[in-house]
């Protein structure tokens, strides 16, 4: 087989490009390595343990709002004081092992409710928590 070169003589392919080759053999190990992982972690025939109880593994998110007077609304009606707010916390925490808090505070609140609020939360075992703001 012969190939024309630019000054117009033919000259003979005197080997095959294999780099198109080489490039797909290694993409195809690259497919080989990633999926046989995956196929050696499902070939062992492990019996897991069973568990009496099932707790929640899904985070549930709670909400708590301060007014510009300092009253806390949680499920769209006032807690009484600061005794309602650490009981719902409480009972939060006791429904789902993982809670996140997000305070939704008035511009006009003052700092320490928010802080009061957080740390109620962490002492029923909150510790995730986010501050509610709206964007410009």
């Not at 593994?57 to 005794?83: F, H, Q, R, W």
């Amino acid at each position: 087989m012969a190939i024309s070169s630019r000054s117009g003589k033919k000259a003979k392919i005197s080997g095959i490009n294999i780099t198109p080759m080489v490039d797909v053999m290694l993409v195809l190990l690259v497919i080989m390595m990633v999926s046989a992982k995956y196929i050696v972690a499902q070939s062992y025939q492990i019996e897991l343990p069973k568990v009496a109880s099932q707790g929640e593994s899904v985070a549930s998110n709670v909400e708590v709002i301060i007014t510009s007077k300092g009253e806390y609304v949680v499920d769209d009606s006032p807690l009484a004081d600061d005794a309602a707010l650490n009981a719902y916390l409480a009972q939060a925490s006791a429904r789902a092992n993982d809670v996140n808090l997000i305070v939704r505070a008035d511009v006009e609140a003052r700092h320490g409710s928010v802080v009061h609020v957080i740390d109620l939360a962490k002492q029923n075992g909150i510790f995730k928590f986010a501050i509610n703001v709206q964007r410009d």
